[in-house]
């Protein structure tokens, strides 16, 4: 059988222990119920507007499916079907219907019977190809890991008239902000201006300069827009890359600015050089604005003491990728993606060139003086090597010689070696072995071991990006081919910043951080809230992360629990706590203000986000806990409505408002699980601060929550509900699910029943420790056939 056919057999092979074992447990119920038949029922009341198999029809068009365990679809039932006549089917009926319908078609179970789930090929996601180019650069050039170690170098020397005048001096910088007379680790002739030594001629007085270098982590990809305060000249340079070239200065505006387009997770070479001539003091902040941030000073955490090499980051802007099934996919392929990965391709082959001397050059090989000096052998060894890095695996004969051979055959229109080598790395870039992973080991030889394989969908898996030289020899040395090794690599990965970057992706998507946007308030009401505040709520809340996931224990329990937030003095004051810190700027724990602040879902940003520009959301905070959280499924409302404003019901507090709102009984299905979520939060403001009155009355966060094993529980607030949410096999499924598809980008049922619940178990055992989940997931579906 061809290998492509091999391919989409294995992708679509469906769940059929899932189908037989749901077929059993239909007929199990329906011989066991002695009651009405709730397929006939159904039939009799349900199937006009619903469909038969809950398909819709043309007047009630949405599908029935959902996640209601049957005690509260026969709730639904009964209050609000059929439609105009509930009390048409009420009591044994309803349940009888609940019954069938949860089983027939209706739950996730049912649905994955009627519509295995497959894993679908799929092309490299955006982010995907971004770290791929960025890579495959790296791959010929030396590959740099940033530790621990934060902050920047710095070295000052006195001048005059350029000439070295005194001991240099070297400091070790946390940020870039500060007036040259402040700092104290510098003799005072470097601190002060003063007069040179006699006998010199021209300038007289002592100049300093500034060399400061090191590196520069970006926490996500996109546009990035840097500033330097200086009266005097100023040269930044990032990723090799001149952003400010400034050499003489007038009298105006102190700030340069300049633009960069960086790739997340990636640190960059940094250096930045100024210098205090002719003037009483020298005056040098480095400030950035990151996509979709503000302005201000670069952090510590994202600055460090090394320089690292050049790394190639894309500027072709791509469509975005499909995210109608809860995680990025690559799986529309349009006109506009085309030319986008076109144009990328382009960019990264004029990239090489400029650099083709050293990238060409083997390994401990003869050293290449110029382009011209390649000769052909030289560029077609080099361009196999691209291949096998590129594709993930060694190219064939065949594709060597439709690929790169091609490119270097002799004509009357020969093209010169570096054309050649451009032509053949465009072929490579543009092959679908390349741009579809699975794709590229199908296409591979058939002596070609299961071991590439894994490699590719390690890396895809914990970096989004292609195998490093080390997953490369040890598939080539057929050393995957155990579990435990396969576990050895992928704990060895997980110490990449790549992983880092790709978690970090993961928890703005769980906790809809990718959608928070903006955060603005009426000033009449919250006249201390603004962009700085809620940037420093943002940090707050990835410290948080950062410290639970990968400084502390993992486990996801303490992400609920956790009674601490990460503070600077400016957040301090605006939460009202007692900031123990000794810079301004600088996050410190500090003990929550309220037992009832804990973890992620009350955090002060959280609370926030969730919020309207004067009044809390009980609705917008009980669906993201419903859908992100818990992992509920949520119709769409049947309509748009307003909230009720404040002003048209001034006696009423905004929980009272939402229950009149949301009344009605087609409103209730959702809802009744929506607002007791959502009300448990209502101890915090529109702003993330703690409250215990509105409108001069007591607050009332009670709420509750039915799960989906039909369980319910009473809530009396939101340590109630963290407390509740570390321990839901619901949140613990649905964290575990959406982990899994954001790092396979598949779905995880296509992978079986059974591979989410031995994931779930192991979760369980491990503490719920969440490193050791994602090394699993890794594993397991690397491993998957």
């Known amino acids: 059988m061809p290998a492509i056919q091999r391919l989409l057999l294995s992708l679509a092979y469906p769940l059929v222990c899932l189908a037989l074992g749901a077929t059993v447990a239909l007929a199990s119920d329906a011989l066991a119920s002695d009651g009405p038949s709730g397929a006939a029922l159904y039939s009799q009341h349900c199937a006009d507007c619903h469909g038969a198999q809950g398909q819709g029809t043309d007047y009630h068009r949405p599908t029935l499916t959902g996640d209601l365990p049957v005690r509260e679809l026969t709730r639904v039932i009964t209050e609000t079907m059929p439609e105009g006549e509930p009390e048409a089917c009420v009591g044994a009926e309803a349940e009888a219907i609940a019954r069938y319908v949860h089983g027939a078609f209706y739950s996730p179970l049912a649905q994955a019977r009627i519509r295995p789930p497959r894993r679908e090929l799929s092309r490299l996601t955006v982010r995907q190809l971004q770290q791929s180019y960025a890579d495959l650069l790296s791959d010929f050039s030396r590959r740099y890991t940033p530790g621990e ?450 973890g992620v879902v009350s955090h002060p940003f959280i609370v926030t986000a969730f919020s309207y520009y004067r009044d809390t959301s009980p609705i917008h905070r009980g669906v993201f806990l419903a859908r992100n959280v818990l992992g509920r499924s949520l119709r769409p409302p049947p309509e748009a409505v307003a909230p009720l404003a404040p002003e048209l019901a001034p006696d009423m507090t905004t929980r009272e408002r939402v229950a009149a709102q949301t009344s009605p009984g087609a409103c209730q299905a959702c809802h009744v699980l929506i607002n007791d979520l959502g009300f448990t939060l209502e101890n915090f403001d529109a702003v993330g601060r703690y409250r215990e009155r509105e409108i001069g009355r007591p607050i009332d966060a009670t709420g509750g929550y039915i799960a989906t094993d039909g369980g319910t529980v009473r809530l009396a607030g939101s340590h109630d509900l963290a407390r509740f949410l570390a321990d839901s096999e619901d949140v613990h499924r649905s964290f575990v699910t959406q982990l899994f598809e954001h790092v396979t980008k598949q779905p995880i049922l296509a992978y079986g029943v059974e591979t989410r619940e031995r994931l779930l178990e192991g979760f369980r055992e491990s503490d719920f420790n969440i490193r050791e989940l994602l090394v699993e997931i890794a594993v397991v579906s690397a491993r998957a056939n």
């Open 149 to 598: 170690e934060r902050g920047l170098k710095s070295r000052f020397q006195t001048k005059v008239n350029v000439g070295a005048v005194g001991p240099r001096q070297e400091l070790d910088l946390p940020r870039i902000d500060f007036l040259l007379s402040e700092i104290e680790d510098l003799p005072d002739s470097y601190r002060y201006p003063k007069e040179a030594e006699e006998g010199r001629r021209g300038n007289k007085r002592l100049d300093v300069y500034v060399d400061v270098w090191g590196g520069l982590i970006a926490p996500k990809t996109g546009d990035y827009q840097f500033s330097v305060e200086s009266d005097a000249a100023v040269q930044l340079t990032i990723n090799d890359t001149p952003v400010i070239d400034v050499k003489i200065r007038s009298a105006g505006d102190p700030i340069l600015r300049g633009n960069l387009r960086l790739i997340g997770g990636r640190a960059y070479s940094l250096r930045l050089n100024s210098s205090r001539v002719r003037s009483e003091d020298l005056r040098l902040a480095l400030r950035w604005r990151p996509p979709g941030g503000i302005e201000e000073v670069i952090p510590n955490r994202y600055l460090l003491p090394e320089v690292g090499p050049y790394v190639h980051a894309t500027t072709v802007k791509f469509p975005p990728d499909d995210r109608s099934v809860g995680y990025m996919r690559g799986a529309n392929v349009s006109a506009d993606w085309d030319e986008a990965s076109t144009a990328a391709a382009l960019e990264f082959a004029e990239a090489v060139l400029e650099d083709l001397p050293r990238l060409a050059r083997r390994p401990g090989g003869e050293k290449i003086e110029s382009a011209d000096s390649i000769t052909p052998a030289q560029a077609i060894d080099f361009c196999e090597r691209f291949a096998a890095v590129a594709f993930r695996r060694p190219p064939t004969p065949e594709e060597k010689a439709v690929l790169i051979e091609r490119c270097f055959q002799q004509g009357p229109d020969t093209p010169t070696t570096a054309e050649s080598i451009e032509l053949a790395l465009l072929s490579i870039l543009k092959s679908p072995r390349f741009l579809y992973p699975e794709a590229s080991l199908a296409l591979a030889s058939p002596d070609l071991h299961d071991d590439y394989a894994i490699a590719t969908r390690l890396a895809l898996g914990l970096w989004d990006s292609l195998p490093d030289t080390r997953l490369r020899k040890s598939a080539e040395r057929g050393h995957l081919s155990q579990e435990n090794q396969v576990r050895q690599r992928a704990e060895r990965m997980l110490l990449d910043q790549r992983t880092r970057s790709k978690l970090s992706e993961f928890f703005e998507h769980w906790l809809r951080l990718d959608h928070a946007g903006k955060l603005s308030r009426d000033p009449a009401r919250f006249p201390d809230f603004n962009d700085r505040i809620a940037a420093d709520m943002r940090a707050s809340l990835e410290m948080l992360l950062d410290e639970v996931v990968w400084r502390g224990s993992g486990d996801l329990r303490e992400l609920f629990l956790s009674e601490e937030l990460f503070v600077n003095k400016r957040l301090a004051d605006f939460l009202g706590l007692e900031f123990g810190g000794d810079e301004p700027e600088r996050f410190v724990r500090s003990r929550a203000e309220t037992r009832e602040r804990a």
